[in-house]
Structure formats: C-alpha cells, structure tokens
C-alpha cells in the first residue's frame, strides 16, 4: 500500500486482527466511508507468538471520523447484527465466518523474514519494506538492530516512499525478537553477522553485506542518490533470494 494520500486518515478504531479489519472495514465501505487497514509490525508479531491476531487500525478520512465512531459504536451495540456489508452476487448465500472463529490462514501460510543490521535504521528497513510489498503473498517480514539507532533514517524513508511502498518503520534491537522463529534470517552489513545472536541462528541464516548509504559524506542530494542505489540493489538482490526458499 502506499503512504501516498494517507497522511490525514485518522484512526477510528482498533480491531482485533485482520479478519475482524476486514469485516469492518467492508462495513464503512459500505456506508460511503473509505478506509485504509494499518496493521504494524507490532501486531503482525503478536499473530505469531501468543496467538493474539494483533492490533489493526481502522483509518478513515478526518471528515468522516465522527460518523464512522458513530456507526462503530452502533455496531459494537449490535444495531447492524443482520447487515450484509459486502454486496456480491452471492453474498447472502455465502457462509459467514466470525473474525474470532479462525485463525488468518493466509498471513499464517507466509513465511517469515528477519532482516538485521547494525542500527537498524537503513538497509534493513528498506529490505523490510521491500519484502513485505514485493513478496507479501509469500512470506512476511521484520527487521532489526544488534545496535539499534531509536530511528528510521529518513534518507531511507524518503526513497522507500519515492517507490510507492507504505512502510512504518521503527527502528528496534533483535531482542524484541527473542525466542522467535524465523524461516530465514538475513544480515546485511558485515558487523550485525559477526554479533549475530546465537539463538537467531537454528534456522536458515543467509549473509549478503550492503555498503552503509548512512556513512556516506556529502550533500543531501549525493546523499539521497547513494540510498536510491542501495535501495535498487537490495530490491534487485533480495527477492530472488528469497524465492529460493520459499519452498
């Protein structure tokens, strides 16, 4: 999704995995309102260690804010129970399934991705951008710092924007990731795969090093053109790889 035009929508409402976003999301669709579904980083991890579907945000237009949490709290109280939300031709003979009721089989059928770097403020938040817009069909992925900066370098948000990829960035430390389980795990820059944490490395672990876009010395403009070509290359070299495992 891109960040283009998203900039105003506010958040109206937090629901309880995707599926429920979905089901709510069709809901204010259906009475004239658009609406965008935000589910972070945050909430994504939480569907694959506690079993909650996590946190996702229901963003809506700020003129239509009001009438949404209008709506929302009539529907929290159950004035909408028998609605048909989503007009297909054969809506009223579909079978309906609860939000609650199952699990998100196609988020759960993906395959999971950790990116690491030092400070976690570049080349891993652009591969993890990258990652989850290119190949989001097939596996879903996280990035990480062995010494995280606190933040998203914004050269590297700039250039993740320039393409058209919607991407809430935070820069993290790998602990946040402790006793997880990663299909693959993937460091881009030398120093994060010499301090690797040992228990991120019982799965596959593949090392392909990215010169650091931040240690360039220049204008912003030079600066700017030496993370559009690391961008290019992490996007030219981190999805074929990655389709070497998806099997």
Known sequence: MTKEGLDSYVTVYSAHGRLDAETIKAFLEAQGIPVYIDQDTLGLIYSFTVG???AVGINVRPEDAE???TLLAAMDEGDFSNEIFVEEENAANAPHIGPLE???DELKGRKRVLFLCTGNSARSQMAEAIVNNDCWD???AFSAGTEPTGRVNPFAQQVIEEANIYHQGRSKSTEEFSGQVFDLVVTVCDHANETCPLWLK????VHIGFEDPAAFVGSDEEKLAVFRKTFALIR????PLLSKYAD
């Open 202 to 205: 019982q799965g596959e672990k």
């Open 102 to 104: 199952t699990e998100d």
């Open 138 to 140: 097939a596996w879903v």
């Open 236 to 239: 030219a070299t981190i999805p």
């Open 52 to 54: 909650d579907l996590g």
């Open 67 to 69: 009438k949404a949490k």
